[in-house]
């Protein structure tokens, strides 16, 4: 069964520093997607990013980069230059191919300290 | 910039009373998913539609709960009759080669 894990329940950062969220995941699959959603005090849960397994290029949007680590099914996401609006509870989610559902992780809760 | 619709964005209503939620889908997407965020529970997947043909609805309560996509502009959920555990934030969210966007949301208050 495709599961995944954010060990990181709460984390904190600086205005303008960088943080790293955790995220790993278990599958069999070979084709397979992951993304991360940000869900701010709205409840609006808005993609942030997204990564195809086959490629090898980590993906980036503008502040927001992962860490994509096959073998080791990891999925890190990393947010530079925090701002106050990052604040938010971040899932990481997987799916792979044709199967349409998203399995997601319980979440992380960040706080940007001013 | 294309967006998934949902209507009420806020529903208070009493215990017995039936509550229908909207959605609007991204025009050309032929997913959607109807889900359900709690405090205690997380993020549920109740029903979910591709092609307007519903493909799994595990995971919403039979009894009371009815998902339905009358045309591609349009998927329903209803609830009949509302209790208050139902209170929820309900998200439909709308697909397109393995990735989905979400509503935002619509808050529900049954007392």
């Known amino acids: 069964a495709q599961t995944v894990t954010q060990s990181q329940p709460e984390m904190s950062v600086q205005e303008a520093e960088t943080v790293t969220l955790s995220c790993t995941y278990d599958?069999?699959?070979?084709?397979?997607?992951l993304f991360w959603y940000k869900q701010p005090p709205s409840r609006q849960m808005i993609l942030v990013i997204r990564?195809?397994?086959?490629?090898?290029q980590n993906a980036t949007e503008n502040r927001f980069s992962v860490n994509f680590q096959k073998a080791a099914k990891s999925f890190s996401l990393k947010i530079s230059d925090s701002q106050l609006g990052d604040a938010a509870m971040y899932f990481c989610?997987?799916?792979?191919?044709?199967?349409?559902?998203?399995?997601f992780g319980q979440g992380t809760r960040l706080t940007i300290n001013p | 910039d294309a967006r998934v619709t949902q209507t009420p964005r806020h529903k208070v209503t009493e215990m017995g009373q039936e509550v229908t939620m909207r959605c609007q889908p991204i025009?050309?997407?032929?997913?959607v998913f109807w889900y359900r965020q709690t405090m205690m529970q997380g993020l549920e997947l109740l029903a979910y539609?591709?092609?307007?043909?519903?493909?799994?609805d595990s995971g919403m309560p039979k009894d009371r709960f009815s998902a339905e996509m009358p045309d591609a502009t349009l998927a329903t959920l209803k609830i009949q009759p509302s209790e208050p555990r139902d209170s929820a934030v309900y998200f439909c969210?709308?697909?397109?080669?393995?990735?989905?966007?979400f509503g935002p949301g619509t808050r529900l208050l049954v007392l």
């Open positions: 025009l050309g997407h032929n997913t």
């Open positions: 539609f591709r092609n307007r043909a519903p493909l799994d």
């Open positions: 969210a709308s697909g397109q080669r393995e990735t989905q966007y």
């Open positions: 990564q195809e397994a086959y490629k090898q």
């Open positions: 599958t069999s699959e070979s084709d397979y997607y």
């Open positions: 989610a997987y799916t792979y191919f044709g199967a349409q559902k998203l399995v």
